[in-house]
C-alpha cells in the first residue's frame, strides 16, 4: 500500500542533542512537508519541498534542517539550537506543489512525538 | 494574515447522534481541506472543498465561500468519529499550494458508546 512512512513513532533526546526524524514516502508525490503540532494547537509548517534538492522555510523554521536529495525522503532534523523541541512532528506529501486544486490536498503520516529530557 | 476559527472547541455526543462543525475564515480562499486526526494522532484527509458542496459516506461538507465559513456534516456518528477535526485554508491571491494552508486550533469531538 501506498503512503507515508515515519520513524520512530517515540523519541526521547537529551538537551544539546542533534535528532533526525525520518519521513519517506511512495505515493510518487512531488511535494513534500514537514509539521510541529503542540497541545490544542493547529498545525505550524517548519520546512517544505516542491522538487528534489530543493526546500523552502515554513512559519516556523528557526532551530530545524531538512534535506531532499531524493524524491521519496525528506528527513527533518531538530537541532540543539531549537528552544523548545518537545512536540507532535508530522510530515505529509501532495501530488503537486504550487497550485490550489485538488492535487494538493494532503496525505500524512503517523507522526513522530519528540521528547526533550 | 488569514484568520481560521473552528467551533465548537469540544462536543461530546452519544453514538448515533449527527454533529456540525464549522469552520469560518477571515478572507476568500481556494483551498480549504478538512482532517480528521484519530487518538492516536494520524491526520487524514476528508474532503478538499474550496466551494460547493461534498459526501462521502456519513459525512458531508459545503463551504459557502462569498460568507467565508464552511461547515462539516458527520451523521449517525460513531465512536470511530472520535478525535480532532481540523479545517486548513489558503486564502485567495496568493501564489502556491498547501505550503500556504494555514490550520485552526482544531475541535475534539468525542463520541460515546
Known amino acids: 500500500d501506498g503512503g507515508i512512512t515515519q520513524s520512530p513513532k517515540y523519541l526521547f533526546r537529551k538537551e544539546g542533542q542533534n535528532v533526525t526524524l525520518s519521513c519517506e514516502q511512495n505515493?510518487?508525490?512531488?511535494?513534500m512537508y514537514w509539521y510541529r503540532q503542540d497541545p490544542g494547537q493547529g498545525l505550524r509548517l517548519i520546512y517544505y519541498s516542491q522538487i528534489v534538492n530543493d526546500f523552502q522555510k515554513g512559519d516556523i523554521a528557526e532551530g530545524y534542517s531538512v534535506s531532499r536529495e531524493k524524491k521519496e525522503s525528506f528527513p527533518l532534523t531538530v537541532t540543539s539550537a531549537q528552544k523548545n523541541p518537545t512536540a507532535f512532528y508530522l510530515c505529509?506529501?501532495?501530488?503537486?506543489?504550487?497550485?490550489?486544486?485538488?492535487?494538493?490536498?494532503?496525505?500524512f503520516g503517523a507522526g513522530s512525538r519528540l521528547t526533550v529530557l | 494574515g488569514i484568520q481560521v476559527e473552528q467551533s465548537p472547541p469540544d462536543l461530546i455526543l452519544q453514538e448515533g447522534a449527527n454533529s456540525t462543525l464549522r469552520c469560518n475564515f477571515s478572507d476568500s480562499v481556494n483551498n480549504l481541506q478538512w482532517f480528521h486526526q484519530n487518538p492516536w494522532g494520524q491526520l487524514i484527509n476528508l474532503f478538499y472543498?474550496?466551494?460547493g458542496t461534498k459526501q462521502n459516506g456519513r459525512l458531508s461538507a459545503t463551504t459557502v465561500a462569498t460568507e467565508r465559513y464552511s461547515l462539516l456534516y458527520i451523521s449517525s456518528s460513531q465512536t470511530t468519529d472520535s478525535g480532532v477535526y481540523f479545517c486548513a485554508v489558503k486564502a485567495d491571491g496568493f501564489q502556491g499550494g498547501s505550503e500556504k494552508l494555514v490550520f485552526g486550533k482544531g475541535m475534539k469531538l468525542t463520541v460515546n458508546p
Open positions: 472543498i474550496p466551494s
Open positions: 505515493l510518487n508525490h512531488d511535494a
Open positions: 505529509a506529501s501532495s501530488i503537486r506543489p504550487a497550485i490550489s486544486s485538488g492535487a494538493n490536498v494532503l496525505t
